[in-house]
């Protein structure tokens, strides 16, 4: 399996999911979101040449419309995957959340608990299958997606093997 970026998962979104997720960042209460908001009203800032400041004062709606007119531009792919993150959990929070139970994986709402340890191919497979099963299959593969392009401490390492296994083509998936 080949890498996959979050600009190449950004792009597989419907136009209405990039607009969700451009409103959805502003009012994600996650903390690496609420940490990436400030560099992200800069980037727009620069964009628009409005003051930081008078961004600060904006309304949420208005501020996912200007991002959402300038996400695909080059100086803005920076943030898909924070994009990507706050949709993922505003809209499919549930869906995440069952993929881990099912396999044993303790977490709260969404987000890893304490330090698990990686899950093995089995498990992996098992969480696959429930996610088949209960949601539509382009956003189990956003979330596998995401899941491998965050992964930089090899957590799910064993994920592209279990996909394999459940003949789950992550490149279909996402193409709808």
């Known amino acids: 399996m080949t890498t996959i970026t979050y600009t190449e998962l950004w792009k597989t979104l419907t136009p209405e999911e ?43 709606d208005k501020l996912a419309g200007w991002l959402l007119l300038r996400a695909g531009q080059p100086e803005f792919r920076r943030f898909h995957g924070d994009l990507l993150r706050a949709w993922l959990l505003a809209r499919h929070a549930a869906m995440i959340a069952d993929f881990l139970e099912v396999q044993g994986i303790s977490h709260e709402g969404a987000f890893l608990k304490g330090d698990p340890p990686a899950p093995a191919e089995a498990d992996l497979r098992k969480g696959i299958r429930a996610m088949r099963g209960q949601n539509a299959l382009h956003a189990a593969c956003l979330y596998l997606g995401f899941t491998l392009a965050s992964d930089e401490s090899g957590f799910w390492s064993a994920l592209p093997a279990a996909m394999s296994a459940e003949s789950l083509d992550l490149a279909a998936g996402l193409a709808g």
Do not use: M, V
């Open 18 to 60: 990039r607009r969700q997720a451009c409103a959805d960042i502003w009012t994600a209460s996650d903390e690496t979101s609420r940490q990436e908001r400030p560099a992200i009203l800069a980037a727009l800032g620069n964009a628009l040449h409005f003051r930081t400041k008078f961004l600060f004062a904006q309304a949420d």
